[in-house]
């Protein structure tokens, strides 16, 4: 996974997926039924981790692309004081990270993990140090 593959195509990157929204709806009614902070790793631009935001979710996003983050925040910084106050971005390597927080869901979405091209990289994202939190209900 090359980081610089990343920062090529993130101005292309919301032109490109402006019409695929159907994921949405899914991702954030799981992340509000998980009642607690969600994390999406390779968050890129945003694209599911602001209407997530927007429903009242404390969320994290996670990339490994400075480009696509930078895209981000130019978006969250467009948005209401409630919901940027509810948004964290960080630049890092979804294969090796470590925030030392609880998160109730931890999440990769749309074609994202197929960019860990190993099994050793895919590996190594799955058993990432980081604290998942289950839900007792």
Do not use: H, W
């Amino acid at each position: 996974m090359d980081e610089a593959v990343f920062d090529r195509i993130a101005r292309f990157y919301d032109y490109e997926q402006e019409n695929f929204v159907k994921d949405i709806p899914f991702y954030v009614e799981y992340a509000k039924k998980c009642g607690g902070e969600v994390l999406e790793l390779a968050c890129g631009t945003a694209r599911i981790l602001i209407p997530i935001a927007r429903e009242g979710v404390k969320i994290t996003g996670l990339d490994i692309s400075k480009e696509m983050l930078d895209i981000a925040r130019k978006k969250i910084e467009k948005l209401d004081e409630n919901t940027k106050g509810d948004i964290e971005i960080t630049q890092g390597d979804m294969r090796k990270f470590e925030l030392k927080r609880e998160f109730l869901m931890i999440y990769i979405a749309f074609r994202s993990f197929q960019s860990l091209l190993t099994k050793q990289d895919q590996g190594a994202c799955l058993e990432c140090e980081q604290i998942f939190v289950a839900r007792k209900d």
